[in-house]
């Protein structure tokens, strides 16, 4: 029976709710752990806390690095998936988990040997470096499982399976909670029972999803050995997916550089509106994460009037979100900023910043999806150089608003200057064809 377009487009719009509304809260659950042991160190005291931030700035670094081993994993399973090629794909999956593994233990060992240094390039106080130094050194330990859960994570999203990875999330994050109090509390263990009670749920977590993926390896038949030219390629794969994370992280940090230099009323506003900025980011890269695996199974498929189809549903999908999400960021303010302060020249500032970033949201949910559907493609050399052209382009911008006193709402346009060029060089990619190759590798 023949597909009406009606009848293709609900369909798609099916696929990218099932895939993405799982994934939405998978990602929440991430800055809720965090919430989580700050919360519970923060009862500790203050140095406690301050350590929390310096050793967690560190490890959120290296993991977010390390997301290549979910995105380009759940490429090209998606791809082998769509190719009807299910050993092959848990295969391939099979390679992400080792490189994982391998690069996990690497880090550890660095980690534990280098943790000093690390937290002295903060320039904390010698009370603060010792708890962080405590906190990090045991968080280390967590790393291996902690990049086994990205990689995991990947293997399941290119099978088009994302409410796995939620059970999964969901439940680490109240075992976190469960052994934080226990070993904070019960046992008296202060900052370092918190580093192990996330470790212990991160690691029963990573153990779940490896599972999960190993079973299914087992039942197609793919091999569980560690497949040397098979890490290799995904490894190189990765490099250009961790170029294109850099870039972000790197603008990311000039914004936060520059906003400390306006004084303390403009960082205020500045950390109240970003944080709400990367909430609002979590339901933008759901979708995104639906083009991955969406993309990724076309292709394989050689669908490409299915890839160009479901691209611009999604492109509605990220655009109508970002509307949603700007005019609540917007309209909402009244009812959610006094739960961050009550200082009324923050709150006259932070009134102006949250102006700009709802108006660049639209924008940032087209820019989220098309970054999404590129990745599912196996595009990242094209995604590593409009990362690096972005930021060229964002460094002046950013460090003028330094340079002739802008204040901290000129540091928001040109924030949104940097979303703006990504989406320049992610729309021209995107009507054109070079990224869609087909079959079940790129």
Not at 331 to 353: C, E, I, K, Q, S
Not at 427 to 442: D, Q, S, Y
């Amino acid at each position: 029976m023949p597909v009406t377009r009606r009848s293709l487009w609900t369909s798609q719009d099916r696929d990218i709710l099932r895939l993405a509304v799982p994934a939405f809260f998978a990602l929440v659950s991430e800055p809720l752990m965090l919430l989580a042991d700050s919360a519970i160190i923060g009862h500790l005291g203050t140095p406690q806390l301050a350590a929390l931030g310096v050793a967690g700035a560190i490890l959120q670094t290296l993991v977010g690095i390390c997301v290549f081993l979910a995105y380009g994993t759940t490429s090209a399973v998606a791809r082998r998936i769509g190719a009807g090629d299910h050993r092959g794909a848990l295969t391939q999956g099979i390679d992400g988990l080792w490189l994982a593994l391998l690069l996990g233990i690497a880090l550890a060992i660095a980690g534990l040997i280098f943790a000093p240094q690390a937290i002295g390039a903060f320039h904390p106080s010698a009370e603060v470096a010792g708890h962080a130094i405590t906190y990090l050194r045991i968080s280390c330990l967590g790393v291996p499982s902690m990049l086994l859960l990205l990689a995991a994570t990947g293997v399941l999203r290119g099978m088009q399976d994302t409410k796995t990875p939620m059970v999964v999330a969901i439940s680490a994050n109240l075992a976190n909670i469960v052994f934080n109090v226990v070993l904070v509390y019960g046992l008296g263990l202060g900052i370092a029972g918190s580093a192990l009670g996330t470790v212990l749920a991160q690691t029963g977590a990573g153990i779940a999803l490896v599972v999960v993926v190993v079973r299914g390896a087992r039942r197609d038949g793919a091999s569980l050995r560690p497949d040397r030219p098979g890490i290799i390629a995904s490894a190189q794969a990765g490099v250009p997916l961790v170029v294109r994370t850099v870039t972000l992280r790197v603008a990311i940090i000039v914004v936060t550089f520059v906003a400390t230099s306006l004084g303390t009323t403009s960082l205020a506003a500045h950390q109240v509106a970003f944080t709400l900025w990367t909430f609002l980011a979590l339901a933008l890269d759901a979708i995104a994460i639906a083009g991955q695996a969406l993309t990724g199974r076309y292709l394989g498929a050689a669908d490409v009037e299915g890839t160009k189809a479901t691209t611009r549903r999604m492109m509605w999908w990220g655009f109508g979100s970002g509307i949603i999400g700007g005019l609540a960021l917007w309209g909402l303010r009244d009812v959610y900023v006094p739960w961050f302060t009550n200082d009324p020249d923050v709150r006259h500032t932070l009134a102006a910043v949250l102006l700009v970033a709802a108006i660049s949201q639209p924008l940032n949910g087209i820019v989220f999806v098309l970054d999404g559907v590129l990745i599912g493609a196996g595009d990242g050399k094209y995604l590593a150089a409009a990362g690096v052209i972005a930021l060229v382009a964002f460094l002046p911008m950013a460090f003028s608003v330094r340079w002739f006193d802008g204040g901290v709402v000129a540091l928001w346009w040109a924030f949104g200057g940097f979303m703006l060029m990504r989406f320049v060089t992610l729309i021209l990619r995107e009507r054109g064809t070079a990224w869609m190759v087909t079959g079940a590798t790129r």
